[in-house]
């Protein structure tokens, strides 16, 4: 039996290319409030950091799924 040929190719889906960036630069900007130690306050409550590990995991996890489903 012939094996099919995948044709696709990675720039065939837009909006997974730009998904995968808006997660990326969430997660590099919550990075860099870690590693900064950059104070968030918003209506006079202070955003405690580890809100930043929220986002940093989470989106960059989203990103590299995405990035690793675009390859396939």
Not at 26 to 32: I, Q, S
Not at 38 to 59: D, E, N, R, T
Request: charged fraction near 15%.
């Amino acid at each position: 039996m012939a094996k099919k040929s995948r044709t696709k190719k990675p720039g065939n889906k837009p909006f997974t290319s730009i998904a995968i960036v808006v997660f990326g630069l969430v997660a590099f900007v919550h990075l860099l409030r870690l590693l900064l130690d950059w104070y968030v306050v918003v209506a006079g409550v202070s955003i405690p950091m580890w809100v930043s590990v929220l986002g940093f995991v989470v989106p960059a996890g989203l990103a590299v799924m995405l990035w690793r489903e675009l390859r396939d």
